[in-house]
């Protein structure tokens, strides 16, 4: 059940059609398939992960601290905004999803 705010997330990093797609199938992303969706924008080899990672920390660092500040403020605000929304949704269905699974006492085995 995608309710943990994936509901949220996989549509908006893949598309609504295809994040539906991707969360309902249980469809499993390859780095290629990933990097072709638009879900990564890089593959690197394990061993470049990480100076391919403090290589871009050091150019944001380089920005100025309010670039920076307002820069992250104004790309996470849709993201925010939209959680804000559908969040509970998704952890309410969630719970009765969870709640249709659960055992009952008629169902539960006693030792």
């Known amino acids: 059940m995608p309710g943990d705010g994936a509901h949220v997330v996989w549509p908006l990093v893949l598309g609504p059609n295809r994040g539906r797609y991707f969360l309902l199938s249980g469809q499993l ?5 990933a990097l072709e969706y638009g879900a990564v924008n890089e593959v690197l080899a394990q061993a470049d992960v990480l100076p391919r990672a403090r290589e ?3 150019g944001i660092a380089e920005k100025p ?4 500040r307002y820069a992250r403020l ?3 605000e849709r993201i925010r905004r939209v959680m804000q929304e559908s969040l509970p949704y998704g952890l309410v269905a969630e719970a ?9 006492e008629g169902t539960m085995k006693r030792d």
């Open 65 to 68: 601290h309010l670039v920076r």
């Open 29 to 33: 992303l390859d780095a290629r398939t």
């Open 96 to 104: 009765f999803a969870f709640t249709d699974q659960a055992p009952t």
């Open 74 to 76: 104004t790309l996470v």
């Open 56 to 58: 871009l920390a050091r």
